[in-house]
């Protein structure tokens, strides 16, 4: 039995050590790492009760064996010697022996077990969310000397989130659907829903530059998807499938084809295709659809922040238009639309043209703006760092002055682009 105590008191003894600011910041204590077992009726140990005389007693003996193999320091209460101990501290110069005796892996070892963990990580992945995330939690950590709640604290979960962050590195422009990714990652069907995907969406809601929020929006985004992606589009298009042809011009009013058919065929552009535009809502493309489009133009349904799957469709499309057709994308003017539209011309084709994103179209439906809080202008205030936004200031600088955002439904109407 004295035994148990024994554990128990070095066990809240190292608790109390990792929690302190000795260990985060790895300097020698200048006060005693200690419990009171007995000041006035309170207690730092629940289970020393001064009225049960047994296991007071018990107690009394685990310290007093504690202190002979130099363990633990105590003190006896005034007047109470030999009988009630009062405090009870942690000799320091002996950490190494005491977490032995509970064969407890130290904290500082655990703690750059992970940075080490985190740092090989760090030099697998490419994505910026992922970069970042991993960046800040290994930073935070080696400082702090703390798990917190960057990572999960068990030991295996915390292994399966960083295995599947790298996993995903992999996928390139594969889409792959949620219970094979958590196959071919841990060999286990329901693996990811149960220990990984909460977690990983809590990474994805604050380091990816997303504008679906969602759950199947935040992970297609990274390439992870419940069902095949729909490619949606409107114009002459043709994709071959071996020697086959299948030509999309006679449909009107827009086509759906699965990620998995257009994977497997190759695209072509009509050379008829003068102008492209992608438009992210969905309203908006179909309005665009029955009252706007031109015979000669390609219309795109964007959707927020492409997945690795629609990038490549876009990329397909950009690759087999001339230099002369003109590329134009319609967005929400908000921060969602701006950061589409520079991704677009950071990844896809760099002169995509803004189509009714700018300060006459805010001015023009003022009445229908919404208001914005103040760190959602921090984050349209960040937009004027982007390189592919410079000709985007005027807009962006006029929606933080007027703290204002437009959605693209306010928009719809009967123009076109030429």
């Known amino acids: 039995m004295n035994e148990r105590y024994r554990h128990q008191l070095i066990a809240a003894l190292l608790d109390k050590y990792e929690r302190s600011s000795y260990f985060s910041e790895r300097k020698r204590p200048s006060r005693r790492i200690m419990l009171k077992l007995y000041d006035g009726g309170q207690t730092d140990f629940p289970q020393y009760d001064i009225e049960q005389f047994e296991k007071r007693t018990r107690i009394n003996n685990a310290v007093l064996s504690l202190n002979e193999e130099q363990l633990v320091s105590y003190q006896w209460m005034l007047g109470e010697e030999n009988h009630i101990i009062a405090k009870v501290w942690l000799n320091i110069e002996n950490l190494s022996a005491a977490y032995a005796l509970i064969e407890r892996k130290p904290k500082g070892d655990e703690i750059d077990d992970v940075c080490l963990e985190l740092l090989d990580a760090m030099e697998i992945v490419q994505n910026d969310w992922a970069k970042q995330f991993l960046a800040d939690a290994y930073e935070t950590i080696s400082i702090r000397r ?68 969602s759950e199947d929006g935040l992970l ?121 539209l520079a991704r677009l011309r950071r990844e896809v084709k760099e002169n995509v043209i803004p189509y009714r994103m700018n300060k006459s179209e805010l001015i023009k439906y003022s009445s229908l703006t919404a208001s914005v809080m103040p760190k959602y202008l921090e984050k349209l205030d960040s937009l004027k760092l982007r390189k592919e936004l410079e000709d985007c200031q005027d807009c962006i600088s006029y929606m933080i002055e007027k703290r204002i955002k437009l959605e693209q439904e306010a928009m719809l109407t009967d123009q076109r682009l030429y």
């Open 146 to 213: 703390s798990i917190g709640i960057r990572l999960p604290a068990d030991k295996k979960e915390r292994t399966d989130l960083i295995r599947a962050i790298c996993f995903i590195e992999q996928l390139g422009e594969v889409e792959i659907l949620e219970r094979v990714f958590s196959i071919q990652c841990f060999g286990d069907s329901k693996r990811f829903e149960k220990t990984v995907k909460t977690r990983l969406l809590g990474i994805l809601s604050k380091y990816l530059d997303s504008v679906d929020e």
């Open 220 to 340: 297609r985004q990274i390439g992870i998807s419940k069902y095949p992606e729909q490619m949606e589009f409107c114009g002459h298009v043709i994709i071959i499938f071996g020697n086959e042809a299948v030509d999309f011009s006679p449909l009107t009013f827009g086509i759906t084809v699965s990620t998995t058919d257009f994977e497997r065929g190759h695209l072509k552009v009509s050379p008829e295709i003068k102008s492209v535009i992608t438009i992210e809502n969905r309203a908006n493309y179909i309005e665009y659809i029955y009252k706007q489009k031109s015979e000669h133009e390609l219309v795109v349904f964007h959707g927020g922040q492409f997945s690795p799957a629609k990038r490549k469709f876009l990329q397909r499309i950009a690759n087999t238009i001339p230099d002369t057709c003109n590329w134009y994308h319609w967005s929400d003017i908000d921060y969602g639309g701006f950061s589409i």
